[in-house]
């Protein structure tokens, strides 16, 4: 399994809180990031937040201050926080793997999770 998968979605009323999970199986001949991107019915996919492995992080300026990214190396998951959540948060959420040094092993596309769903009621 190279994709990753997501878990922790779900319906939530405003101003409630998820934690997203994404689990790999780890790439240990890759040096890579993490990365959480959501893309609503209609709309581009949207980058949220990255994590590289030595912890260092980037977030999108619309979630920097209600998101944190964060990892568990031991169990190669990455998680994704999301407080004071908005009705205009609902969204399919996905989990990317971003590849520093692409190779024969590292493809350059990454890889993409198939996502979880996350629906915030007013």
């Known amino acids: 399994q190279v994709q990753p998968v997501e878990s922790g979605g779900g319906s939530v009323q405003a101003g409630g809180s998820l934690r997203l999970s994404c689990v790999t199986s780890?790439?240990?001949?890759?040096?890579?990031?993490m990365a959480w991107y959501r893309q609503a019915p209609g709309k581009e996919r949207e980058f949220l937040a990255m994590?590289?492995?030595?912890?260092?992080?980037r977030y999108a300026d619309s979630v920097k201050d209600r998101f944190t990214i964060s990892q568990d190396n031991m169990k190669n998951t990455v998680y994704l926080q999301m407080n004071s959540l908005k009705p205009e948060d609902t969204s399919m959420y996905y989990c990317?793997?971003?590849?520093?040094?692409?190779?024969?092993?590292?493809?350059?596309?990454?890889?993409w999770g198939q996502g979880t769903q996350v629906t915030v009621s007013s």
């Open positions: 780890g790439y240990p001949y890759c040096q890579y990031a």
């Open positions: 990317k793997t971003d590849f520093l040094y692409p190779n024969d092993r590292c493809p350059r596309d990454g890889y």
């Open positions: 994590i590289y492995k030595l912890g260092s992080t």
